[in-house]
């Protein structure tokens, strides 16, 4: 099974509404990374985490390693959030594993 | 200022073929890695790198060669490109191991014909 579980797959906003997507995970996790795929490809550093939160602007993570998910609010949406948010987790050594990705369009 | 930097940033490869694709990073960073990523999903680690001179298989290193010739420069090989390797490919850095932070450079596109 997933390793890491993104949820949503696919997520629709309208401008200035806000949203929380999840990250699972079903390996030991010792620190979290979120990013943004921009449409043109390029990957993004959002957030790094070891247990707790971070927050930037619009934009805030929890990594919770005792019930074993990270969440990424977005409030107040812009049309430059679009893309895809993808979540890693790292659980020692070399390990890093990529969820599959939340693709987020933001509408006007 | 981009740290990590890729070369090329897309080719197109025929059946068979031998394909290098070339990895710098200006961090001063220990770790360097090797994704690929297929349409539609995450990423995956091919090979990586902790030191000059030495690599490491990761998930999928089936096909895939790797080179660290420096601390800054990590090369992927595909010494027999086949079509299942049409993909676009990633490489990143970390000042250690990957409990450390990842930057990714911007990606090659490879398609494979």
């Known amino acids: 099974g997933d390793q890491v579980k993104q949820s949503p797959s696919a997520l629709s906003l309208q401008e200035g509404t806000n949203s929380a997507l999840r990250c699972n995970f079903s390996?030991?996790?010792?620190?979290v990374q979120w990013f943004l795929q921009n449409p043109r490809g390029s990957l993004m550093n959002l957030f790094y985490?070891?247990?707790g939160t971070k927050e930037n602007g619009r934009l805030k993570s929890t990594f919770n390693s005792k019930e074993s998910y990270s969440t990424l609010h977005i409030r107040d949406a812009q049309l430059e959030d679009s893309g895809t948010y993808f979540c890693?987790?790292?659980?020692?050594?070399?390990?890093?594993?990529f969820g599959s990705g939340t693709r987020l369009l933001v509408s006007p | 200022e981009a740290a990590v930097t890729q070369s090329p940033r897309s080719k197109v490869a025929v059946t068979g073929g031998k394909v290098t694709l070339s990895c710098h990073q200006t961090?001063?960073?220990?770790?360097m890695y090797w994704y690929r990523q297929d349409t539609g999903h995450g990423l995956r680690l091919i090979h990586y790198?902790?030191?000059?001179?030495?690599?490491e298989k990761g998930d999928i290193p089936d096909g895939y060669k790797a080179s660290r010739p420096s601390q800054e420069n990590f090369s992927l090989i595909l010494e027999l490109a086949s079509l299942s390797q049409t993909a676009v490919y990633f490489c990143?850095?970390?000042?250690?191991?990957?409990?450390?932070?990842?930057?990714f450079g911007p990606g090659t596109r490879l398609t494979v014909l």
């Open positions: 990143a850095s970390s000042l250690r191991d990957s409990s450390y932070e990842q930057y």
């Open positions: 890693a987790a790292e659980g020692g050594g070399y390990k890093v594993v």
């Open positions: 961090n001063n960073h220990d770790y």
């Open positions: 390996i030991a996790t010792t620190t």
């Open positions: 985490l070891v247990p």
């Open positions: 790198s902790y030191v000059a001179d030495s690599t």
